[in-house]
Nanobody
């Protein structure tokens, strides 16, 4: 499975962006798509994840109540709606394929190339 992210860009603080993660083929209902981000000089960190079949979600505390992860199984696509963006949300955002709702990047594979999100103050 190949994953391709899109939707990044430059936005002012308080604004919104929607990222997309498109899979090259249909994944199993038990599979999880995770969103991670990496800012310059920092480690890659978990943002959110959704299980393809049940739609169960998991969020990092820093984005809970601001970000929403969803999936459109007919389009093999997962979305990350990001609202009330802050300068500290600036990072390259990646999606990846996993088998359970983990926050550890090592539990995920088939990483996309990433999409840059920049939030200006």
């Amino acid at each position: 499975v190949q994953l391709v992210e899109s939707g990044g860009g430059l936005v002012q603080a308080g604004g919104s962006l929607r990222l997309s993660c498109a899979a090259s083929e249909r994944t199993y209902s038990s599979h999880v798509i995770g969103w991670f981000r990496q800012a310059p000089g920092k480690e890659r960190e978990f943002v959110a994840a959704v299980r393809r079949g049940a739609g169960t979600t998991k969020y990092a505390a820093s984005v809970k109540d601001r970000f929403i992860v969803s999936r459109d199984n007919a389009k093999n696509t997962v979305y990350l709606q990001m609202n009330s963006l802050k300068p500290e949300d600036t990072a390259v955002y990646y999606c990846a394929l996993g088998s359970h709702l983990s926050v550890d990047p090592r539990d995920f594979r088939s990483w996309g190339q990433g999409t840059q999100v920049t939030v200006s103050s």
